[in-house]
Nanobody, 126 residues
Framework: VQLQASGGGLVQSGGSLRLSCTASVRPLSGYVMGWFRQAPGKEREFVATIDWNGGASYYNNFVKGRFTISRDNANSTVDLQMNSLKPEDTAVYYC????????????????????WGQGTLVTVSS
């Protein structure tokens, strides 16, 4: 499975960006998907995950109410709508996929993901 992330860029604080991840498999319904990020000098952290059909999702506390993850299995895409961006959201954002039979939101960000995209840089200026 190959993942291609896009949509990053430079935005002012309070602005919005929409990231998109396109997968090489169709349909995408067999995969749990996630967005993660890594800021300079920091460890990678999970941002949001979504189950196979978009019926359940889970967010890290620092993005709740600001970011929304969604998916389109027919087109094999997973998006991350990011609103009210803050300078501390500056990071390289990665999409990830894993084929698994269960989804538990609270643990989905800690579980290993087999497939990773190359990342897209988001820079939020103050």
């Amino acid at each position: 499975v190959q993942l291609q992330a896009s949509g990053g860029g430079l935005v002012q604080s309070g602005g919005s960006l929409r990231l998109s991840c396109t997968a090489s498999v169709r349909p995408l319904s067999g995969y749990v998907m996630g967005w993660f990020r890594q800021a300079p000098g920091k460890e990678r952290e999970f941002v949001a995950t979504i189950d196979w059909n978009g019926g359940a999702s889970y967010y890290n506390n620092f993005v709740k109410g600001r970011f929304t993850i969604s998916r389109d299995n027919a087109n094999s895409t997973v998006d991350l709508q990011m609103n009210s961006l803050k300078p501390e959201d500056t990071a390289v954002y990665y999409c990830a996929a894993d084929r698994r039979r269960t989804y538990s939101g609270s643990s989905s960000g800690r579980q290993p993901y087999k497939y990773w995209g190359q990342g897209t840089l988001v820079t939020v200026s103050s």
